[in-house]
């Protein structure tokens, strides 16, 4: 998929954190371990607040820099990932944060392109935003971990 303007990227961004959000549910659903379905559930949630959040976000940003055009596309930059994932009924919390920082690793990687690729400062502000938000959100996956671990 080539992405010809920022509100492209911007809903394909959204369009990943929700099949995220529906991925974790449907892991929770055959989880075995307890703290997997906590974890799962947790992160779920967090998807579906994340798509939220960048709706929200998108809402603030002006239509000039949602209008405005690539000078190329983003073939080579799919958020594919999920697809690419093994669904194992015995995952272990460790897999299921391997899984996440994958995908959050994959979006850091996406928003630092188009941050590359923008040719205004006020795009790339957008995706420079972006990318300091999921690598924000790398941290707080850590922290949340740790205290289901503790449970």
Do not use: W
Request: proline share 1%.
């Amino acid at each position: 998929m080539a992405f010809d303007q920022t509100k492209d990227v911007l809903k394909h961004a959204r369009k990943f954190h929700q099949k995220l959000g529906v991925f974790y549910e449907d892991l929770k659903e055959s989880a075995s371990r307890e703290r997997v379905r906590t974890l799962l559930d947790y992160m779920s949630r967090h998807e579906k607040h994340l798509d939220a959040c960048l709706a929200e976000y998108e809402e603030q940003v002006s239509d000039n820099v949602l209008d405005t055009y690539f000078k190329y596309g983003s073939e080579s930059t799919e958020l594919t990932a999920i697809a690419d994932f093994e669904i194992e009924p015995d995952m272990g919390v460790d897999d299921v944060v391997a899984a996440a920082m994958h995908f959050d690793a994959c979006l850091v990687a996406f928003y630092r392109e188009m941050a590359q690729r923008a040719l205004s400062e006020k795009v790339r502000e957008v995706f420079q935003n972006l990318l300091e938000m999921e690598q924000h959100e790398q941290i707080e996956l850590s922290k949340r971990v740790l205290d289901i671990e503790s449970l």
